[in-house]
T-cell receptor
Framework: DTEVTQTPKHLVMGMTNKKSLKCEQH?????MYWYKQKAKKPPELMFV???????INESVPSRFSPECPNSSLLNLHLHALQPEDSALYLC?????????????FGPGTRLTVT | AQSVTQLDSHVSVSEGTPVLLRCNYS??????LFWYVQHPNKGLQLLLKYTSAATLVKGINGFEAEFKKSETSFHLTKPSAHMSDAAEYFC???????????FGTGTSLTVIP
């Protein structure tokens, strides 16, 4: 199974809501990533988890809060977002955080903040 | 520091003709390099990767790329374009620590029937 799954596929939320994005992989990968992608742009790295520990936070606003409950799951908790946070949020995983193995991407969650 | 430059933001080819998507990289070490494809409203799919083995790398769907260290290039080619190849393509270089990846700005490929 070489699949990364993400739920939900689409999410519309108001600026005062709290919601969560979920990502799951069962490939035994020990690195997991959150990216934000705006239209016609490359993905921008937000967070990296290595062996379930947050290893990279690319100066992401605190209204985004990542969580890695176990080696297969990655969550992104959202609170008090702004309209400019509307984007495609991609999750990815790779085999080993210490080696440049390829990343496997999920299909993404299309987030709209109203 | 690592960086990737995709030389063309948009490439248009006729169906059945060759495809060339250009990528140059800058790195202070021997990097791993990747090409990904993204169809509209989809995630990214790995086409191929270079990890210091053979310099000519074959990928899925008939794509291949050649690593040229002297030219710091990793161009993606396909002999004959298919309509289904129309998508966004990203060239990616790894960090020296292996846990970060640097994306080019992307090349949008249009295939004309």
């Amino acid at each position: 199974d070489t699949e990364v799954t993400q739920t939900p596929k689409h999410l519309v939320m108001g600026m005062t809501n709290k919601k969560s994005l979920k990502c799951e992989q069962h490939m035994g990968h020990r690195a997991m990533y959150w990216y934000k992608q705006k239209a016609k742009k490359p993905p921008e790295l937000m967070f990296v988890y290595s062996y379930e520990k947050l290893s990279i936070n690319e100066s992401v606003p605190s209204r985004f809060s990542p969580e890695c409950p176990n080696s297969s799951l990655l969550n992104l908790h959202l609170h008090a977002l702004q309209p400019e946070d509307s984007a495609l949020y991609l999750c990815a995983s790779s085999q080993d955080p210490l080696s440049a193995y390829e990343q496997y991407f999920g299909p993404g969650t299309r987030l709209t903040v109203t | 520091a690592q960086s990737v430059t995709q030389l063309d933001s948009h490439v248009s080819v006729s169906e059945g003709t060759p495809v060339l998507l250009r990528c140059n990289y800058s790195s202070s070490y021997s990097p791993s390099l990747f090409w990904y494809v993204q169809h509209p409203n989809k995630g990214l799919q790995l086409l191929l990767k270079y990890t210091s083995a053979a310099t000519l790398v074959k990928g899925i769907n008939g794509f291949e790329a050649e690593f040229k260290k002297s030219e710091t290039s990793f161009h993606l080619t396909k002999p004959s374009a298919h309509m289904s190849d129309a998508a966004e393509y990203f060239c990616v270089v790894s960090s020296n620590t292996g846990n970060q990846f640097y994306f080019g700005t992307g090349t949008s490929l249009t295939v004309i029937p």
